[in-house]
Structure formats: C-alpha cells, structure tokens
C-alpha cells in the first residue's frame, strides 16, 4: 500500500515540475514578445521624428528654424500612435 502512495506523490511532483517548466517558458515567450513590441514602438516613434524633421525643413523657409523643431515633434507624437 505504501508502494501506491509513494509513486502516486513521485507522479504528482513530475506532474507539478512540468507544469512549472511550462509557465516558465510561457512567461519568458510573453517577456520577449513585450520586448520586442517596445523595440517596435522605439523605432516608430524615432522614425516618425526624422520624418517630421525632414518636412519641417522643407517647409523651414516659412516656418523659420522653428519647422525642423515642430516637425519633428509632431512627427515623434504621430509615430507614438
């Protein structure tokens, strides 16, 4: 009898370690998803704000030096989104 009781405990250890190796790898899959979501964000935003620079250098002659500024910007805030 205590035979069925020691390997019922031996299956349910094996059955808990799997599990925890389980979440431990779903949570490092979630870890670097959300690393690479923040990566993404970064660049958007960067690449936003050259392209806003750039149209606010184009429009500088009537914006003055203020458009490369304001472009970028505005161009930094629509990369956010």
Do not use: C, H, W
């Amino acid at each position: 009898m205590s035979y069925s009781i020691l390997d019922m405990g031996r299956s349910t250890k094996a059955q808990a370690q799997g599990s925890l190796n389980t979440l431990a790898k779903l949570e490092q899959n979630r870890d670097m998803t959300n690393k690479g979501l923040k990566q993404q964000k970064k660049t958007n935003q960067l690449s936003g704000a050259a392209s806003g620079a750039a149209i606010g250098a184009q429009m500088g002659s009537s914006a003055g030096p203020y458009g490369i500024a304001i472009g970028a910007a505005v161009g930094f805030l629509a990369g956010s989104l």
